[in-house]
Each structure stands twice: as C-alpha cells, then as structure tokens.
C-alpha cells in the first residue's frame, strides 16, 4: 500500500491529508490562531472541585475552564505536585527529578477533593481538545511522545509495545533503554523502534528529556494559567507517528516548511529525507492530487458509493448513526440474502474510511441491511475488524445484534471535522421559505418603477424564467409588458432564461450590463 501526505499551507492554517493509494483516509485542520492542541503542558489552577463528579475544573486560559477527572491525575500525581510546589518555591533540591524521592502512588479509587483544593497550581496535560461547548479535558499523567520512544516522569517503568512479538528483540530494547534511562523516568517503547541500534533510541531520548528541562527552567518565573511545552505542529506529528516503510511521498506547497520537516526527517529517518517534496505548480496542490474532489464527495450527510449503494450520516454531539442503503444494488439478480451481505462488505469498508476521514468519535452505531444467517452476521464483524486495524484510534467493536446493529466506541480526542458544502438557496435565501408566485410580477414593477423614476434607467431588459416571460407578454397589445411602456415611457425588452428559477429575474442597462439591486 503507498501513502502520501499531501499538505496544503494556507494564511489561515494548515490542511493535511493522508492517501492509501491515493484514496483520502484522513484529513487534520491545523488552524494558526488554535490553542490548547492534545499534548501541550499548562500551568493550571484549580477553579472548582466538584465532590459529586469526583472532580475538578481548572483554568488553563480557554474560555471554557478544563475538566479534570480524578482517575486522570494518574498514580504518580503525588510525586509530581511535590515537585511543581517545590519549583514553583525555588527549591534547588528540586530541580533535578533524577535525586527525587518519589512519593507513594496514588489510591485507584480515592476521592479527588482529598488531593486537590480550590486555588491550587497544578501541572496538566491536554488530553482531548475543546469539543462544542466543552473546555478541553485534561490529565496530570505527563507524557512526551518522541519518534521511537514515549517519556513518562516519575515513573520507573519500561514498558514495550505488544507488536513487537519477538522475545530477543524485546529483551534486547529493554536493556537498551535501561542503560540509558535516568532515574525516575519511564519509558514506553514505540513499534517503530523495532531493530533500531542504540544511537538512534539515545538520541530520540535526549530530545524528549529536553522538553523535560523546558519545563522546569520556565516553572519557577510562570504564572498560572501559562503553555509551558507545545506538542509539535500537526503535519510533524503526523510524520512522526506515521512515517513507515510504505510512504511513498510528502508534498508540501510551502518552501518554509518544507524545510522544517526535511530538517525533522533528518533526525528521524535520514534515509527517507527525499520523500519530502516541495510542491510549486501553479494548480492548487489539493485540486493536483484529487483531494478537494473526494472532500467534496465525502463530507456530505449522504455519501455515495460507485456501485449505488449509499450512506446516511447523522452526527450529533454524543452519537452517530450511519445507515447503510442498498441503493439500485437492490435490484440485482442476486438472491436477498447475498445480495444484503455483500452491500453490507461494500459499505463496511467506505464506513471505515468515514470514520478516520471526519474523525467521528464517541458512540457509532451503524444500521447495516438485515442478515439473517449468523454466519453472514459474523463475516461481516470480521470485515469491519480487520479494516479498523489500520486506525490509530482507540476502538471498540461489538458484533451484529439480531436487528443487524454495530456499535462502535472510537476515541475521541478532538473535534469531528465537518465540511458545510450546501450553499444558501438562490429564492429562498437560505430561510426554507420562497416567496408567494403572486407577487413576482409585483415585485419586477418596483424594481422596474425605482429603476426608471429614480435611476433614469431606459431601454432596459429583463431576463426571466420562461413562466414568468409567457405571462407578462400574454395578449400583446393588453399585456403587462405594454401596459410598462406605456405606464414608464419606456422601451423594455423581456428575455427567457430556462436556467432562471420561477422567481429569479435580472435587469440589464442598455449596455447590456448587469443592474444590481
């Protein structure tokens, strides 16, 4: 499979999309002016602690105060509101985690009014972004997210990822990274690391302990609610946490930051540095890759597959429904039984897609066409299984209920993203009501009484909708047209237009040039 990165810099932000063989399976919105992005370190203080939900709100400098629940303070919280307080006094001592005494872990089930207080400084992290008309949602469980490796203060654990299966490769990273680790930080290792040597990982770590330092060197001069550590820009996330051996290019149609990722390239994958490609034809670099069209087709309440078959997508704030629509597949020759199963595989996969593509999360609930063997029932569950492996999101699946109904759980960590592609209707002006035919006629006399009293306008022309055109010149000589000239002393030319709605008109000057009104 290849995958390119297609990354289009604007004035107003950054839009990057991601093509498995050239189809769009995800697209990120990296407005300039966006705060309080997933992975950014604050300086908070508690504005609320509220006993019933077992836990807090704190400013962070949103507009909306963040939320923190207790289980998101993490079992090392004790250790790290040690070390914020005793930063934030100047204790030398302090400064360097490494000769930390750690204190106890934190109770699992414990009551978070026990730990925190209203006006209390404390270390957070952006766990998932404003979402509607909620604040971000936070953790005190600090993490930093490198190329091979995640760093995880106060801890001492090293943990592996569970796709590495190899016994000797696991045994040999984590003596790795216990040679080079310092104490009292924690390590989790990426796939990605897999047979990496030990320079590579050193200096992967170097540059997460960096951030670290970042931290308490700003501590002790910063005052609440402050950014203490930005996670990287998105399209250097993205390079970072997808770059395999599958990419095949990254185009970027701005010279600056394709220098930024060439130079982030470097560091993570010199050999791959030349995938890095900078765009500068004249077409727009989303139109050049088929982008914008498949965004087109693809964000709309109902998405069409080629074969007919179509979706219906509804999104509300806590859920989202996807009804699956045979379309004029249902006429095929096909006994029911197999025809529904193979709508449903169709489907499955264009749902899959929908999923990483608007970055739908929370509940999902899919209403796939009835099957009535559980054989069908449970191919179908095994599709859908094997396509959500590919999403980096946390996922849920459960099997077909007897209704033939998925839910699907998806982590949801920022906003879904929605492109409004209606436009506002030319007669009804976006209200959902037109005017009543009665008064059209009416309405052409206004312009044409206001256009010729007080614009001194002669000789114009009115193009129309043929309707409209038969009715006004109906009787020739007793027609409303003549009765017009008549009545403003004028000459006035009517032209029929099919493409005119019933209440669309226009008027042209003598020069034939368009009159706004």
């Given at each position: 499979?290849?995958?390119d990165l297609?990354?289009d810099?604007?004035d107003?932000?950054v839009e990057i999309a991601?093509l498995?063989d050239?189809?769009?399976?995800e697209l990120?919105q990296?407005?300039?002016?966006?705060?309080?992005?997933?992975g950014?370190?604050?300086?908070?203080?508690?504005?609320k602690?509220?006993?019933?939900?077992?836990?807090?709100?704190v400013?962070?400098?949103?507009e909306?105060?963040?939320?923190?629940?207790y289980?998101?303070?993490?079992?090392?919280f004790n250790s790290l509101?040690k070390?914020?307080r005793n930063?934030?006094?100047?204790?030398?001592?302090s400064?360097?985690i490494?000769?930390m005494?750690?204190?106890?872990?934190l109770?699992?089930?414990?009551?978070?009014?026990n730990?925190?207080?209203?006006?209390?400084?404390i270390l957070?992290?952006?766990a998932?972004?404003?979402?509607s008309t909620k604040?971000?949602?936070?953790?005190?469980?600090?993490?930093?997210?490198?190329?091979?490796?995640?760093?995880?203060?106060?801890?001492?654990?090293?943990?592996?990822?569970s796709?590495i299966?190899?016994?000797?490769?696991?045994?040999?990273l984590?003596?790795?990274?216990q040679?080079?680790?310092?104490?009292?930080?924690?390590?989790?290792i990426?796939?990605?690391?897999?047979?990496q040597n030990?320079?590579e990982l050193d200096a992967d770590?170097?540059?997460?302990?960096?951030k670290?330092?970042v931290?308490?060197?700003?501590l002790?001069?910063?005052?609440?609610p402050n950014k203490l550590?930005?996670?990287?820009?998105?399209?250097t996330?993205?390079l970072r946490?997808?770059l395999s051996d599958d990419f095949?290019?990254?185009?970027?149609n701005?010279?600056?930051?394709?220098e930024d990722?060439k130079?982030y390239?470097k560091?993570?994958?010199?050999?791959?540095?030349?995938?890095?490609?900078?765009y500068?034809?004249?077409?727009p670099?989303?139109?050049q890759f088929?982008?914008?069209?498949?965004i087109r087709?693809?964000?709309g309440?109902?998405?069409?597959i080629?074969?007919?078959?179509?979706?219906?997508?509804e999104?509300?704030?806590a859920l989202c429904v996807i009804?699956?629509?045979?379309?004029?597949?249902?006429?095929?020759?096909?006994?029911?039984?197999e025809?529904a199963?193979?709508?449903n595989?169709?489907a499955?996969?264009?749902?899959?897609?929908?999923m990483r593509?608007?970055d739908i999360?929370?509940?999902?609930v899919?209403d796939?066409?009835d099957l009535?063997l559980?054989?069908?029932r449970?191919?179908?569950?095994?599709?859908?299984?094997?396509l959500?492996s590919?999403?980096?999101?946390?996922?849920?699946?459960l099997p077909?209920?007897k209704?033939?109904?998925m839910q699907i759980t998806?982590?949801r960590v920022?906003?879904v993203?929605?492109?409004?592609?209606?436009?506002?209707?030319?007669v009804c002006?976006g209200?959902?009501?037109i005017?009543?035919s009665i008064?059209i006629?009416?309405?052409?006399?206004n312009?044409?009484?206001?256009l010729?009293?007080?614009q001194?306008e002669?000789?114009?022309?009115?193009?129309?909708h043929?309707?409209?055109?038969?009715?006004?010149?109906?009787g020739f000589f007793l027609?409303k047209?003549?009765?017009w000239?008549r009545?403003?002393?004028?000459?006035?030319?009517?032209?029929?237009?099919?493409?005119?709605?019933?209440?669309e008109?226009?008027?042209?000057?003598?020069?034939?040039?368009?009159?706004?009104?």
């Amino acid at each position: 499979m290849n995958k390119d990165l297609i990354i289009d810099v604007k004035d107003l932000g950054v839009e990057i999309a991601l093509l498995e063989d050239k189809q769009l399976v995800e697209l990120h919105q990296e407005k300039n002016e966006t705060s309080h992005l997933v992975g950014d370190i604050y300086l908070g203080t508690v504005r609320k602690i509220m006993p019933g939900l077992n836990a807090a709100f704190v400013d962070v400098g949103h507009e909306k105060d963040a939320f923190l629940h207790y289980l998101d303070l993490g079992l090392h919280f004790n250790s790290l509101d040690k070390f914020t307080r005793n930063t934030i006094s100047g204790d030398a001592k302090s400064v360097f985690i490494e000769t930390m005494k750690l204190e106890p872990d934190l109770e699992k089930n414990g009551k978070l009014n026990n730990v925190l207080k209203q006006g209390q400084i404390i270390l957070v992290q952006i766990a998932k972004e404003p979402i509607s008309t909620k604040g971000p949602r936070l953790t005190s469980e600090l993490s930093f997210a490198g190329r091979y490796l995640v760093l995880i203060p106060f801890s001492n654990k090293i943990s592996i990822s569970s796709k590495i299966k190899s016994v000797d490769e696991r045994n040999r990273l984590k003596r790795l990274i216990q040679s080079i680790r310092p104490n009292n930080f924690g390590v989790i290792i990426r796939t990605v690391a897999e047979n990496q040597n030990v320079a590579e990982l050193d200096a992967d770590l170097k540059n997460l302990l960096s951030k670290w330092d970042v931290i308490y060197k700003k501590l002790p001069k910063t005052l609440p609610p402050n950014k203490l550590v930005s996670e990287i820009d998105k399209s250097t996330a993205i390079l970072r946490d997808l770059l395999s051996d599958d990419f095949t290019n990254v185009y970027v149609n701005s010279a600056e930051m394709f220098e930024d990722l060439k130079a982030y390239m470097k560091t993570i994958s010199p050999e791959k540095v030349d995938l890095v490609r900078h765009y500068k034809l004249q077409t727009p670099i989303f139109d050049q890759f088929g982008v914008a069209n498949q965004i087109r087709n693809s964000f709309g309440k109902v998405v069409t597959i080629r074969s007919g078959i179509y979706l219906v997508i509804e999104q509300t704030e806590a859920l989202c429904v996807i009804d699956v629509n045979s379309g004029h597949r249902s006429k095929s020759s096909q006994d029911q039984e197999e025809n529904a199963l193979m709508v449903n595989m169709e489907a499955t996969e264009e749902i899959a897609r929908q999923m990483r593509l608007r970055d739908i999360g929370g509940i999902i609930v899919i209403d796939y066409i009835d099957l009535n063997l559980a054989t069908n029932r449970k191919i179908l569950y095994s599709k859908m299984t094997e396509l959500m492996s590919r999403d980096k999101a946390r996922h849920t699946i459960l099997p077909l209920s007897k209704f033939c109904l998925m839910q699907i759980t998806r982590q949801r960590v920022r906003p879904v993203i929605a492109f409004d592609l209606s436009e506002i209707c030319p007669v009804c002006g976006g209200t959902g009501k037109i005017k009543s035919s009665i008064i059209i006629v009416d309405e052409i006399e206004n312009d044409l009484k206001y256009l010729v009293q007080e614009q001194n306008e002669k000789n114009l022309t009115i193009i129309l909708h043929p309707f409209v055109h038969s009715y006004l010149t109906k009787g020739f000589f007793l027609s409303k047209l003549k009765k017009w000239e008549r009545t403003y002393k004028t000459k006035i030319k009517l032209l029929e237009d099919n493409n005119f709605s019933l209440l669309e008109y226009q008027f042209l000057n003598a020069n034939k040039d368009t009159i706004k009104l």
